[in-house]
């Protein structure tokens, strides 16, 4: 049952406080690190080929985002993919901007490719250009449905052999043997910068314990925004209240919440 | 008059979304990105040359803030500027620290030469040091009263043909046809890191809207500050409320607390 | 008297405004700048050579963070405490992640042998690991009680001829003459990202008026952060209380909770 699943995998990730190994861009490191000690995981941040072997040999998961992506750290990406390939460690990729430019497509593509045990977690415009369908993007904000990404999802789950969080009104978690829908979530949330990065890092907590559908991720973090901003008034508010109910989530909240179905 | 411009350009804000590339400082990138969702603007943070191009083809605005400035950055600031002239887009300049450092001061004066179409938002100490004249700054703080940059403001209006805002207890908004005082805002706010730069950037969703004065923003962004200081206990406090008073911003608000006159 | 150096530290503090360079990492330079700003500092972030040396010329102390340490970054580094003991200013060593790798490890050294006053500010784990003895950690959150790092930090007074002071459960705060044990705090703060690197930014603060054993930092900072804590109720909302408590602190606040004594 999906409903032990998601409890079972908060409990392990609140036990185990697995390390995440984050290379993430310059505008959501500081929610990101929140949002993981939220959880009860602890990230770390680090981008140097100096310490990225090291850092894979003893961490749980890495989470690749391309949000400021440039020349310097880029070849820091591919060598912490390997690491990570190398200690047999799953890869959560958040395609941040795919579609806007041709670097970002051309960028989670190769990384996405390289990846043996990968997660790709992005809005339905990034998965929708990512697997080089048209898609209406010219920033990092989605401009289309995430139901318009379905097939794009299916694509790339059987391109790169990976799971795919497709996140929007309806966030949708595919892979190889099924497709779910959930429900949760608030429509104040795309007005916080970085969510999606931060359900992004949450997804490499939940992969380090050993749920590497993506699905855990996205219901936990789905219902404490949900929650988080129906005490909010503003995206300032969210921001805020999104780590308080990430840390305070209990068991029976998420159940009574929980809005998924199989498609 | 003034207060519909202010007015009918929020409105435009929030039904056009505009794109904004922005190429800030890192101590803000949260800071900004969420101010210029608050207002119903799309951000985008990117600084690599390989992408900015593109990048600027479908851009609404750039704006440029020297705040970490270095010799690796440094170059695609100059790159992007010449991108935004290429596409008639207009640029917004925040000289974070002019004055303190020669790096800082040379900067700024490099890149206002550079822009076409140019608005400088700074406080006082660094227009005061952009104009060349004698600032007390020593660091990214003004020492400065804002009245005492006046004449600065307008040398720069003159050498680089554009318009300049000047950040403070009262802010001025200088251009080649009028100068304006604002008396909204609050006394709490230079007590909360990078306020001037996230209205910079709100400056550059206006601009990219037609509103390349620099008054709407500056009005709208105080409004929402003295806002939401005045719900605030500290700090802290503050920089969440100035999301949530970005957000929930009423027309009628605006023209109720707005505070201007023409100098 | 302890209880007058820690109130007679805050009032200078907030009535000199010290100018606190920092070179710290991308995770936290939005907390630590606006800590600096709420206890009454000027912060600027900068890490380029090109303007160190103006910086350090009329700045009141550096702090330099070494959490997301890179190959471009650390040259830097060195240069910025070169500058600090050429003008005879303290430097904040805040040592994030030694332990983990070696190149924490070893650039944490070589700093710390290279500056003249010298403070140390760091975890257990880290102070441990620093001193060479075998540390728990492999990320940058304290996997040993700060009281295990008490013969380490002993280790490196003497070897640095430097204060040390040690964030924990208990903070200790160790130099040549004493050791202190402070017992303020609240155990939600290592939920939120940053609040070691925001204690070693204040901790450049107070160091820049002259209290240079870094225990009056510690102590504001941890009766801050518990009066803080009682008001929230997970890591959001005491990363903004945190700031509007250091920005409101009251001397009779600071004497009724503070909770010191000498081990």
Chains 1, 2, 3 share one sequence.
């Not at 602890?42 to 040999?57: D, G, L, V």
């Not at 890092?201 to 129906?230: N, R």
């Not at 909010?232 to 780590?243: A, E, I, V």
Request: hydrophobic fraction near 45%.
């Amino acid at each position: 049952m999906n409903k032990d699943l998601i409890i079972n995998a908060l409990q392990k990730v609140r036990e185990q406080k697995p390390l995440v190994v984050n290379i993430t861009n310059f505008v959501v490191m500081n929610n990101t690190a929140n949002a993981l000690l939220a959880v009860g995981a602890s990230p770390i941040m680090s981008h140097s080929k100096q310490e990225m072997a090291e850092m894979m040999s003893f961490a749980g998961a890495l989470v690749i985002n391309i949000g400021t992506l440039d020349s310097v750290w880029r070849p820091g990406m591919f060598f912490a993919v390997e690491q990570a390939n190398e200690n047999n460690k799953p890869v959560v990729l958040d395609p941040v901007g795919c579609g806007a430019t041709k670097l970002r497509t051309s960028t989670a593509r190769q990384l996405a490719e390289l990846a043996d045990n990968l997660i790709i977690r992005g809005n339905a415009s990034e998965i929708i250009a990512m697997a080089g369908e048209k898609s209406q993007n010219k920033g990092v904000d989605a401009l289309d449905s995430s139901e318009a990404a379905l097939s794009a999802a299916r694509s790339l789950v059987e391109a790169y052999n990976c799971c795919v969080v497709i996140s929007g009104e309806t966030d949708y978690v595919v892979n190889n043997e099924a497709t779910h829908a959930l429900s949760n979530g608030h429509d104040m949330m795309p007005f916080v910068t970085g969510m999606g990065c931060s359900l992004s890092a949450v997804t490499g907590a939940f992969a380090a314990i050993g749920e590497t559908t993506g699905l855990a991720a996205a219901a936990i973090f789905a219902i404490a925004g949900e929650i988080a901003a129906e005490q909010s008034k503003g995206p300032g508010s969210l921001q805020m209240n999104l780590l308080d109910a990430l840390y305070q989530l209990s068991d029976e909240e998420v159940l009574r919440r929980l809005n998924i179905k199989e498609c």
